[in-house]
């Protein structure tokens, strides 16, 4: 039965979703809220089996397929935590754009297990099939508002280039396992040390799987799908495509990359090189031409993206650590920036151009100051946290004698601050366009004002979670 206890939360959670599934059918729409307090619970319910799962050295079961350890147990925390503020960012937004239905929580929640398995998975396939569940997810929330063209042809875009992708990916997992005979991890990183050295059809396989990864990264160039995804989805909904399902591109990077194929690390390092400075250049410089801020903000996702990549490229312990907390880091900030673009929202009114944040400190002074936080963050200021997440991966960079690549970042990243700086200058310079109140609820303000204060909080006091990463990996 002890597989089944390490499993757990993947096994409550399944269960969960087809309850909240089932009673979401019996409910009328004034009595939704039943379905998102399920839904809440539900994610309560998981972290507490995941906690009661923890285990202090890595344990492989289910023949081989599925692994738990402390680093997977600790980004499964960080996952219900960042899908529970997507909920509560969520909720009056949904009810006051008539789209507060059970579909949006069942699909994300189905998209977290997804995330779930990709965490714990110790084969190719296991990774696959939760690869796949987490894509189905995305596809039917991106097309969840049914009234909008926009949605729809985002969605088709995205289908359309995500099963390309994944296919890529299948097709690379395939021709490993005709090299090695095997698709378990472990197996697959002592079969592919041979006297002869790495085979050819191994590094094919592995182009086509860096490929897979990249894509689901968004790094250039198979970003295509990332801005227009962004733009067309609803609010809700690009709010959870920009942070959650980034935890499950680090899981997928760091258990195939790096604990699969580590024998060929000297050929995927090159291959990253390639996508980081990529992401890195045409990430910052064409969001600089942005007046959509989605779009700026998918723009600069795939510019974060390339720093994420750059401890995976250190090669390093110290290197996965610092790309393990730049994700952690990153996507907390990506859940405050569109969190702030639902709370200027209103019934009619979507504040996602760049005008649409004129003059916000003359309408409320303390969430413009909030939004400079994650603006300031995000552009890597001290003391906010995405100064210490740059920094510990161009260390990592510099330890490894990669110095030329963490020069090429920090000039990257002072391009970027322009555009980022350009949004505080309209929130505190700029006359207001638009002078109506903030309409929101006052458990969404309140969550947000913490979330943008943490930025601050985990900056000023960054060894936590430095030490929790360094603790896990």
């Not at 350890?69 to 969520?90: N, R, T």
């Not at 151009?353 to 552009?379: N, P, V, Y």
Request: proline share 3%; hydrophobic share 60%.
């Amino acid at each position: 039965m002890n597989q089944y206890w390490l499993a757990a939360p993947e096994i409550f959670l399944a269960g969960a979703i087809c309850a909240v599934l089932l009673v979401d059918v019996f409910l009328r729409p004034e009595q939704r809220q039943i379905t998102y307090l399920l839904a809440m619970l539900a994610l309560i319910g998981a972290a507490l089996a995941s906690i009661m799962a923890i285990v202090q050295q890595p344990v492989v079961t289910f023949s081989g397929s599925f692994v738990m350890d402390p680093a997977g147990g600790a980004l499964k925390l960080i996952a219900y935590l960042l899908v529970a503020l997507v909920f509560l960012y969520s909720r009056n937004y949904l009810e006051e754009h008539d789209l507060f239905k059970g579909e949006f929580f069942v699909l994300a929640l189905f998209g977290l297990l997804g995330i779930m398995v990709m965490i714990s998975a110790h084969s190719m396939l296991t990774m696959y099939l939760g690869l796949e569940l987490l894509s189905l997810s995305l596809y039917a929330l991106v097309a969840f508002n049914r009234d909008s063209a926009l949605a729809a042809e985002s969605a088709m875009k995205y289908f359309v280039l995500g099963a390309i992708a994944s296919g890529t990916l299948l097709y690379g997992i395939s021709l490993l396992y005709g090299v090695t005979g095997t698709i378990e991890f472990s197996a697959l990183a002592a079969g592919l040390v041979t006297d002869a050295g790495i085979s050819l059809p191994a590094v094919l396989g592995l182009v086509f799987i860096v490929v897979g990864v990249a894509f689901k990264f968004g790094a250039v160039p198979f970003h295509m799908w990332l801005p227009d995804v962004y733009e067309g989805s609803p609010t809700p909904v690009t709010l959870y495509i920009g942070s959650v399902p980034k935890i499950a591109a680090f899981a997928l990077t760091w258990r195939v990359l790096v604990e699969a194929l580590g024998p060929m690390q000297a050929s995927w390092q090159g291959m990253l090189i390639v996508l980081c400075v990529l992401s890195l250049l045409i990430g910052n410089i064409v969001a600089i031409a942005q007046t959509n801020l989605k779009r700026m903000l998918a723009y600069s996702t795939i510019s974060h993206v390339g720093f994420i990549l750059m401890g995976f490229i250190a090669g390093t312990e110290e290197g996965i650590e610092a790309a393990m907390y730049y994700t952690m880091t990153y996507v907390l900030m990506a859940a405050a920036a569109f969190g702030m673009i639902i709370v200027l929202s209103r019934r009619g009114y979507e504040a996602e151009r760049l005008e649409d944040f004129k003059g916000l400190s003359q309408r409320s002074l303390w969430f413009a100051l909030m939004m400079t936080l994650i603006m300031l963050s995000m552009a890597g200021v001290p003391p906010l946290v995405g100064f210490f997440a740059k920094f510990t991966v161009l260390n990592a960079l510099v330890t490894a004698s990669q110095t030329w690549l963490a020069v090429f970042g920090v000039v990257m990243a002072v391009v970027g601050a322009y555009y980022y700086l350009r949004v505080v200058w309209y929130m505190f310079f700029e006359d207001a366009t638009d002078r109506a109140p903030l309409s929101s609820a006052l458990d969404l303000r309140l969550v947000m004002s913490v979330n943008c204060l943490l930025l601050l909080g985990l900056g000023v006091f960054p060894g936590f979670l430095l030490d929790l990463c360094a603790r896990v990996l």
